[in-house]
Structures are given as C-alpha cells and as structure tokens.
C-alpha cells in the first residue's frame, strides 16, 4: 500500500519509509489525488509549482519521482501521456494508495497512521534531519519588499515565516538598502553566518521581481539546509568559519576550511551544503596551488553522487563543475554550470570564461 506522511513529508510503501523532496512529494501527492486517471499539465503545475514550468522540468521531477518509488520498491508507474499529463498507475492487483493528509483519509485510516507514524518516528530521524519545516524571520525597514518577501516565502511549505522584527528564528533574512543596490543576506539566527547573499540594483525591477528572484534561491536552499539548524555549537561554529575562510581564498584559508568542513561533514554526512563546499574547496586547491589530481578525482566521485541523489540543489552541481574542471574535463563542467546556472545566475561569468577558452583550444 502507498501511503502519504504529511508531517514528515515521506513515502511509506509496505512498512518502508523515504522522505523525499519537497517538490517530489506534492507531485506524487497530486498524482496520488486522481489515480488510476490522469492528472492534467496543469493541475500539476498549479499544485507543485504555483506557477507555470516547462515541459523539461516537469521531465525532470517526474523522473526524480520514478526514483525515488524505485528506490523504495513501491510497486508503481508514473506514466507520461502525452499532450496531456501524467499518470500513478499501481502494477500489482491488490494494492491501494492513500494518504495521510485531513483531506484525503477516513478518521479510521488516520488512526492506523498515526500509530505507523509512531512506529516509524525512530528510523526517520536516522536521515531526517530536524522538522520539515525551518522558521525564519525577517529584518528590514523596506515595508514594500519586505511585505514581497513574506507573501512570496510564506508559500513554501518547508519555511515557517515568522512575520515580526526580532523574533526567535532558525534563519533570518537581512535587507540592506543603500545607494544604487539592495543586499538581501540569508543567515543563520544564531551563530550569524552567512548562508546565501544577492545584491541587486535599486529600482531595477521593482520589489516582487526581487523578492519572486530572492525566495526562489532561500526555498532550494532551505531544502538543503534541513540539518544545519540542528547542528551542535561546534559545528555550526566550525561551518560558519569555513564559509569565511573560503572568502579569503588563499592556500592557508583553504586548508583551514577544508579541516573544519571535514569536521562538520564527519559528524553530518547529509549535510549537503557543507559536502558540496568541501568538494569546492578540494578542487581549488587543486586548480589554484597544484595540489594532487588524486584529491580532485576523490572529490569529484562524492560531488557525482551527491548530484545524482539531489539533481534539484544548484550548489551540488557547481561543486561537481568545480571538480570537473580539477580533473580536466572542461566540457563536462562547462555542462553542469548552465545547468547550475539556471538557479545561479553570478555563475555566468565563469560560464563565460569556460566558453572562451574552449573556444580557443579549437580555434
């Protein structure tokens, strides 16, 4: 049986459990609503998305669906029918779907779950993390792009905005206006450190351009981010440390970095921002100060990996770029910076400078 766990937004097929991206849940949950019939492009755009996508990131996410129930054993099929929509068709006879959610189960069928709920609370937070959803808080003295910004991440399901200067948050979003730019900083609460900056030029826009721009960086973020808020002291400390050491960018700073990010990486493997940093900076040592090609390649098998568990998360595909290029494959790179590119648009300069040059080797 198929089964939706809204509270801890996971995938529960014959007793095994997969908590699986936000994105990838509302489109199994939006399939799961019509099954066996079929749901409408539309439908599921509206229902995931809250805005109209292309036919290519609904490929995507479809795939990102298929294996995800693969990786479960759920016994399914996701059909793509064409011009149409997509389908959740069940392969064994027998078999039902519900969820767990107020809107789709009988008070009976939510007692069950709540008991399988119960069961199951120990072996999710093995890779969990801390609770679905992070607060954060937002500072500013600009009421019209702060009031931008609420509407707009207050429409993730994963952030709890917390509307009130001042209060007690996981993260907290920091406007900084002056002169011809406005500095949008997403930080964590405690400890202060940076964990996403934009600049962007006053006026240019208008302020639901930016806040539309900003929350869409903060929501794949967050995603990746689940762990970071439950973090012990030290190493929230030590990861902080290592984003400014890697600021700093010479050999010593690097190596600095490196030895704290293993730090927090060997207590938190799934934290996925400081893994994809790691890989960053392994690969700068080699690219910047010739340090061994065997480090780069090392790296690049974990950024690989990383990738292909989380396709969505822009960061792991930089790392993997970052790395490519160590190990020399400049087109290869060159492929995963568009594709990071889309989400990160400061990486068009380098994109830029990658074309040039292979441009110059054929030439």
Not at 24 to 53: D, Y
Not at 263 to 288: G, I, K, S
Not at 328 to 336: C, I, K, S, T, W
């Amino acid at each position: 049986m198929l089964k939706l766990d809204e509270a801890n937004r996971a995938v529960v097929w014959d007793g095994r459990v997969a908590v699986v991206p936000e994105l990838t849940f509302r489109f199994l949950r939006s399939l799961l609503e019509r099954s066996p019939a079929i749901t409408p492009f539309a439908s599921i755009e509206s229902e995931v998305w809250g805005a109209m996508v292309s036919r290519e990131t609904l490929k995507q996410r479809a795939k990102l669906l298929r294996d995800a129930l693969n990786e479960l054993g759920a016994d399914c099929l996701v059909e793509a029918v064409r011009n149409e929509g997509y389908r959740l068709r069940l392969r064994s006879k027998g078999n039902a779907t519900s969820h767990t959610g107020p809107r789709y189960a009988a008070p009976l069928v939510n007692a069950l779950l709540a008991l399988v709920a119960i069961v199951a609370l120990p072996s999710l937070s093995q890779f969990a993390g801390p609770p679905a959803r992070l607060s954060l808080s937002i500072e500013s003295n600009d009421s019209p792009l702060r009031n931008d910004l609420l509407r707009d991440l207050s429409r993730f399901d994963a952030i709890n905005v917390i509307d009130g200067s001042g209060a007690q948050s996981d993260l907290v979003v920091r406007i900084a206006t002056g002169g011809a730019s406005t500095l949008l900083t997403l930080q964590d609460a405690r400890s202060g450190a940076i964990l996403f900056a934009e600049t962007y030029a006053t006026g240019r826009g208008g302020s639901e351009r930016v806040a539309a721009h900003f929350s869409s960086f903060v929501h794949e973020r967050v995603q990746a981010l689940r762990p970071y808020p439950a973090l012990p002291s030290r190493l929230r400390i030590a990861y902080g440390e290592a984003l400014e050491l890697v600021r700093g960018g010479d050999e010593a700073a690097l190596l600095l970095a490196r030895t704290r990010l293993r730090q927090v990486t060997n207590a938190r493997p799934h934290f996925l921002l400081a893994a994809a940093l790691l890989a960053r900076v392994e690969a700068d040592l080699v690219l910047r100060f010739d340090y061994p090609p065997a480090n780069a390649e090392a790296a690049r098998s974990r950024a690989a990996a990383l990738v292909s568990r989380h396709p969505e998360i822009p960061e792991l595909r930089y790392a993997l770029a970052r790395t490519e290029l160590a190990c020399g494959n400049d087109e290869v790179a060159l492929e995963q910076l568009r594709y990071a590119a889309r989400d990160l648009p400061f990486l068009q300069r380098d994109i830029k400078a990658l074309e040039r040059r292979l441009e110059g080797l054929t030439t």
